[in-house]
């Protein structure tokens, strides 16, 4: 059964901390639609290739790796929908002693490549392939003075880039007439504007996962922005949102992200914040919801759970523990990060929660 992209992170985590000692570690990627008896019988053929390691140790734990990848493939009739992944290798931390772990993995979305390597460590690549984020927006908060570019990749909002004008406040030098001064300063801010959209253009224009452009800024700033027509076709149609917001630096992208949240509304941060946010209600009103190691073990023991949610930060063998009894009464895991000011706040209550089905006393 395919896994899902937060197993496959978790499983990606465990197998790029483990590191042989010599050439002993074994990765196979059987591709999605490949015929699995090839790939088994390359499998035997590398068997008899392995019995000239010279080193005694090394021949044995790359022989014994072989053979538990071949066992593993008789488990299935044909290759999984989406490929499978075989990782196997001596894992003990002490010298001369063997220890052969295998890790069969059906992972989340088609593989396309086909291996078999031997070596120090696992090749991951083709996996991590799957984890990477695949909707990026730009974002552009901006006002006469100022700008600052960032990226929304996921939950976390990157800063790129802050440009300052050269444009002078409302109150003029003296002796400048009024119609002079506002030549000056219109002049000034068409080429900040200017100078604004060629920075969006070297920033975003070639990101090919790019789903959009939000810009935020106070009024008519940004309006006019997009009204003078600086700003390259491709870009301008790239844009899903302009909001009215008041800061221009990191503070700005930040409100921005808040207030484009129904453009934003399959974003993953914007899941994890509304989930939380429940959350954090149903707490503040004493029912539907439960925090805490001892107060969500109760609540799956009663088949109460609806969703778990568990900090990324809390000690790995607590989530696979709590991830076990979740799936075994079918209540859906929601591993959350530190990305956000709600992430924090769940950290703070020691990353255990849990929104339910039904109330237990």
Partial sequence: MAITKEQLEEYLEELEKIKGRHTELVTVYVPAGFNLNVVSKQIEAEKSTATNIKSKTTRSNVLDALERITRAFKLYKKTPENGLAIFAGNVSEKEGQADINVWEIEPPKPLNTRMYRCDQEFVLEPLKEQTAIEEIYGLLVMDRKEAT??????????????????????????GQSSQRFHRITEGLAKEFFRKIADNMKELFFDLPKLKGILIGGPIPTKDEFLEQGQLVTKLK???????????????????????????????????EKKLLEKFFTLLGKGKGAVYGLRDVKKAL??????????????????????????????????????DTEEGKQFWSLKGIGAILRFEIK
């Fill in 149 to 174: 570019f960032g990226l929304l990749e996921g939950k976390q909002i990157k800063v790129l880039r802050r440009l300052t004008s050269g444009v002078p406040s409302k109150i003029r030098a003296g």
């Fill in 237 to 271: 149609e790239m844009v899903i949102a302009v909001k009215d917001i008041g800061d221009t630096d990191e503070s700005g992208l930040e409100d921005l992200v808040e207030a484009a949240q129904d453009e934003l509304s399959s974003q993953e941060i914007m899941k």
């Fill in 301 to 338: 023991d009663y088949g109460a759970i609806e969703k778990l949610l568990l900090s990324k930060k809390l000690d790995k063998k607590i989530i696979k523990e709590l991830k076990e009894k979740a799936e075994s009464i079918s209540a859906e895991v929601q591993m959350v990060s530190l």
